[in-house]
Each structure stands twice: as structure tokens, then as C-alpha cells.
């Protein structure tokens, strides 16, 4: 056993203990430990001499990730082993960082019988012991019983060798695959070759073979798998299959929120890697929210993280140069950009989230203006107001948003009649107009839409501290034109903590929502969907509130 462990984990047993033990350290046997377990620790205390107060360790259940028995080759020594596998948060003495965790690993040799096989048996009564209290500590949370993988499970993982900084595979090496091995995790590695190749995976797979998809990269690859999942026709089916992320990207947005809502303060790069590795292991399956997304060409495509115009798309796009930087690409870009500020000329329209009307009727209701083309249709009617803070809560500072005019006699059809996937209730045809209780931008004069389903942006950029994995809203973003470089500085250096909506910018506008329309105006541009690139015109977007599954803690 590590002795500074011992050190700074002396504190005491908090339940009373089913199982008691006195073994040998499995690696010093020299070493005398007596070990309980209780229902949430597993607590060994050395009884070889040691400063008072320094021979004991308590570790929670809740961060193991495993525990397995096995005998080494020696056939003269009849002895068995059990050896149990923690990550717990750990603080780094020597500097004022955020708690990362870090491996621990406790091996004990049972010898006390003759016969081998009888050490075997009790060090797999051990093992089962710890495996099964630990799994007990996963499944409450808040009273509530979670769904989790079976044990053994059987994963597909994707890497990209591709992705972030190139160096996937040796993150694999050094992390994951010890882990998942800890953790009785069996999976079978697929090493992307190029573009698509998950998502034709995933179309083509015979999914009851696997208990989750894994995908280890940036957000890039966990798009393509979406939507591979989604355009099969057991669409269903196959989108309950639960799904998880390793981050190996340079943006890693869904890590960074996996990790987020798992309520440990933030980290990067590998510390990120292991705490998302650690999560997959206990293997606790939620909800995901999926957002469908219609562009002008018609085709409709599924997004789980964000759809983003202007500044921050730009910056995703012009920083792919950067890409050796890991994560900094995203400073960079934000500084290159800031130098060149642009107004991004469109229209925006959504359909806010507290509003409450029910889905079945969305389309039923009387249309209102918000189509492609007639300017006439956008005119908001005269008795059309701007929002209270009363009819629309959500929304942080000014946001003079006008409701849309009512166009009687019209009644626009789902835009998703024929296609593959779930049917958009809230969704006109894109070039139809919009139902009468969609609420107008009044401002064409952007810097910034961005449309946030999880919390990150990035590793480092909290863009909405508030969302939830499976909140069932869309977190709208806008920054009008007006705003100096200086003050879309502070917005950006702000949200590295998520405090950027207490920053008081008066061009800042954030509301959620459950569905939105954006218009850009003519000439080039870029639209991003989880990153990546999609057709530059007019797009909308329909949250669908827990479509998905997604392994998190
Ligand atoms: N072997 C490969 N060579 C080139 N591209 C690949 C390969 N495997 C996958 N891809 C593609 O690389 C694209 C980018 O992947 P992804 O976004 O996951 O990583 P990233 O761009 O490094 O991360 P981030 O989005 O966090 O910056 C995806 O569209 C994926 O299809």
C-alpha cells in the first residue's frame, strides 16, 4: 500500500462492517493489514507498527471501479490475491489545483490455507464483496435507483487516431485500456480510418451485441455515431443504445459537461480523460437530449452539443490551423478573430421553452411570419409585445423579442413527414412560415448565435452552467452588434468560469428554448453542428428531450 496514501486518507468508517480480514500487503509481504468492508468503504489498517494515526486507510466504494482474485504461475505457493482499483479525488499539495483523480491500487495475499483453491474461493468472496457494495453505492443517487451497464460489459470503442493532438492511441495505451481492464469492461477496439467510417459503422452494426458505443476523439466522431444510429430504420431501437465519450478531441465540449455534471471541479487534457474513463467504468446511464436540425437543402441531420453562427463558428473553423495546441487552438482563434470583428447580418426566431404549450397541437395553431423570403411577413403585428419576465423567465437581460404575428388561415405541415428519425412536432417546413407563439429577434445585427444543449463549449468554456444532460431546452445564445472587442474579450475570459451572464452586456441575450429558426442573411458564412461544418442558409432546430443515452456519472 502507498504509505502517503495511508497518510492522507486517515479518517474513519462511516457504516458497520459485514466482512473482516487479516492479510499480507500483495506486494510486501512484510506487511500486515486487517481489512473491513463495510457497505460504502473498504478500510485497511496496517498492524505492523506505524506512527499513530498513520496506518489507516478508508476508501469509498463509490470510487472503485473494480476488484478481481487471481493466483500467480508460482504452482508451490498456495497463495490467492484479491486486488481492488480506485480513482479518488486527490488535491496536489504542491499547487492550488483543482482535485483531479488519481489511481489506487490495493492488492492483498491471502495465505492462510493449504490448499490454493481455498485461498482462491475466499479472495473471490473479497472480490464479489467489494464489486457488489461498490456497485450497490452507484445505483442511488438522490434516492433515485439509476440504470447502469451489465458485468461484464461488451463495448464497441472508436478511436480516433486522428483527432486533438494525433495522440489517441497512446492515451488509450496509457489510460483506458488499463482501466477498462480493472473494471471487467471487454471491448473491442475499431481505430477509425477516415471520415464516416464510425457512422457507416453503426448503421451497419448488429447492435444487440453491445452493451454501449464509446466513442474516443472530439465531438466530431459522437456526431457522425448519432447519426449513423438515427438514419437506421430500427432508429428507435437503436438511439436507446447507450453511448459514451473519451475525450482525445481539442474541444472535448461533451467531456468537459459529462464531467461537470458529475459535480467535481473542472480539469483538462488527461486529467479530463481519466475522470470521463472513471464515469465509463461505473457505467451509469441517463438521458441525452438530441436536437434535429433541418437545413435549406432539406436534409435534416441530429446534433447533441451545439449549432453555432458568426464568432464562434468562425473561430472553431479558422482555429483548425492551431490544432497542435490541444485546446489553446480555441484562445488563439478567439484573439485572431476578435482582431477582424464581423457583424453577421440574419434573422432569428424561437419558440421559447417556458411558454408550455404542448407539442400535439404546435402545428395546429394559426402561422405566423417568419418565412424565407417576403419582408412584409417579418413587420411584427401592433399589438405584438416584448416579453415579460413573467411570460418568458428564462431570459437574462435585455431581450426586446417580439412575438410573432398570427397569419390566419395557414396551417404549416411537420417538416418531417418522410424522413428517417423522430417527427418534428414544433417544425414547419423551413419555408413556411412560423407558428404564432414563436418570438422574433427583432435585431438583424449579430456577432454571435449559439445554441447550447450541454454545458460546455470546450474543455474551458462553460457556455451555459445551467443545462443539464437531459434538461429537454435548447440554451440560446446572441450577441447583437454594438459590442466593443474589449467587452466580447470579458464575455469569453468570463464564461472560462461560467460567469459570463453576471458580466451585465447589455448585447449578451441568453433564453431557452425549445426550437429555433435562423436566417442568415446572402454572401458565405459558416454554420457549425457540433463542430463541424454544415451547409451555409437557413437552418432551424427542435430539441427532443432525452432521445438519447449517454454513459455519465
Ligand atoms: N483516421 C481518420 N483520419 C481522418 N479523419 C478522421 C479519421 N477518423 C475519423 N475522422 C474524422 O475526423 C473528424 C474530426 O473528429 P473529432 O471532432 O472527433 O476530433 P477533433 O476535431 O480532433 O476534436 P474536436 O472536435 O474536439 O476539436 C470527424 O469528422 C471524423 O469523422
Redesign the pocket.
Known amino acids: 500500500m502507498d504509505r502517503r496514501r495511508a497518510d492522507s486518507d486517515f479518517i474513519t468508517a462511516s457504516s458497520p462492517v459485514t466482512l473482516y480480514g487479516e492479510f499480507t500487503q500483495g506486494n510486501n509481504r512484510k506487511v500486515r493489514c486487517a481489512v473491513q468492508l463495510t457497505e460504502k468503504d473498504l478500510v485497511v489498517q496496517r498492524l505492523s507498527s506505524a506512527p499513530v494515526g498513520r496506518n489507516k486507510v478508508v476508501l469509498s466504494l463509490r470510487e472503485c471501479v473494480g476488484c478481481r482474485a487471481y493466483r500467480e504461475d508460482d504452482k508451490a505457493d498456495p497463495s490467492a490475491y484479491f486486488a481492488a482499483y480506485f480513482y479518488p479525488l486527490r488535491k496536489r499539495r504542491w499547487m492550488k489545483c483543482a482535485p483531479w483523480r488519481q489511481r489506487v491500487e490495493l492488492c492483498f495475499r491471502l495465505a492462510a490455507l493449504q490448499e490454493p483453491h481455498a485461498n482462491l474461493e475466499e479472495a473471490e468472496k473479497w472480490a464479489r464483496a467489494v464489486r457488489e457494495r461498490s456497485a450497490r453505492q452507484q445505483h442511488l443517487r438522490d434516492g433515485v435507483l439509476l440504470s447502469s451497464l451489465p458485468r461484464p460489459c461488451r463495448l464497441m470503442l472508436f478511436v ?5 493532438k494525433g495522440q489517441a492511441l497512446s492515451l488509450y495505451d496509457n489510460h483506458i485500456r488499463r482501466m477498462f481492464n480493472e473494471a471487467g469492461v471487454i471491448h473491442t477496439l475499431i481505430i ?7 457512422r457507416e459503422r453503426v448503421r451497419d452494426a448488429e447492435l444487440s451485441q453491445w452493451d454501449a458505443l464509446v466513442i474516443m ?5 459522437l456526431h ?1 455515431v448519432i447519426n449513423g444510429l438515427l438514419e437506421r430504420p430500427d432508429w428507435e431501437e437503436a438511439i436507446r443504445t447507450p453511448l459514451g465519450i473519451l475525450p482525445s ?4 465540449a461533451l467531456a468537459a459537461s459529462v464531467h461537470y455534471y458529475s459535480g467535481v471541479p473542472q480539469v483538462t487534457s488527461e486529467e479530463l480523460l481519466v475522470s470521463c474513463g472513471f464515469l465509463l467504468c461505473k457505467g451509469l446511464v441517463s438521458h441525452m437530449d438530441l436536437v434535429s436540425l433541418h437545413l435549406s437543402s432539406g436534409d435534416r441531420l441530429f446534433s447533441f452539443l451545439s449549432l453555432a453562427w458568426g464568432f464562434v463558428a468562425d473561430v472553431d473553423v479558422e482555429s483548425e490551423k492551431y490544432r497542435h495546441a490541444g485546446a489553446a487552438r480555441f484562445t488563439v482563434g478567439t484573439l485572431v478573430r476578435l482582431a477582424s470583428l464581423r457583424i453577421y447580418k440574419g434573422k432569428l426566431a424561437y419558440l421559447p421553452a417556458s411558454w408550455g404549450r404542448s407539442k400535439d397541437n404546435a402545428l395546429q395553431k394559426g402561422a405566423a411570419a417568419f418565412c424565407r423570403n417576403p419582408p412584409s411577413c417579418l413587420e411584427p403585428s401592433s399589438s405584438a409585445k416584448q416579453p415579460s419576465e413573467d411570460s418568458c423567465p428564462n431570459t437574462c437581460h435585455s431581450n426586446n423579442s417580439l412575438k410573432l404575428r398570427r397569419t390566419e388561415g395557414k396551417s404549416p405541415q411537420s417538416a418531417t413527414k418522410d424522413l428517417p428519425g423522430p417527427p418534428d412536432t414544433l417544425l414547419p417546413p423551413l419555408d413556411q412560415p412560423l407558428p404564432s407563439d414563436w418570438v422574433l429577434v427583432p435585431e438583424e445585427d449579430f456577432v454571435l448565435m449559439l445554441a447550447m444543449y450541454q454545458s460546455h463549449l470546450a474543455e474551458d468554456l462553460l457556455a451555459a452552467p445551467d443545462a443539464r444532460l437531459d434538461d429537454g431546452v435548447i440554451h440560446l445564445f446572441y450577441v447583437t452588434a454594438g459590442i466593443s472587442r474589449n467587452a466580447l474579450l470579458r464575455l469569453f475570459l468570463a464564461m472560462e468560469k461560467g460567469t459570463h451572464l453576471q458580466t451585465n452586456c447589455q448585447h449578451l441575450v441568453h433564453v431557452k428554448v425549445q426550437a429555433l429558426r435562423l436566417e442568415p442573411g446572402t454572401g458565405k458564412g459558416i454554420i457549425t453542428v457540433d ?2 461544418v454544415v451547409e451555409y442558409g437557413a437552418i432551424q432546430a427542435e430539441v427532443h428531450g432525452g432521445l438519447g443515452r449517454l454513459i455519465s456519472g
Do not use: I, Y
Open positions: 480516433n487516431p486522428q483527432s486533438g477509425t480510418e477516415r471520415q464516416n467510417h464510425a476523439s472530439g465531438d466530431g466522431l457522425e478531441g481539442s474541444g472535448n463542430g463541424e
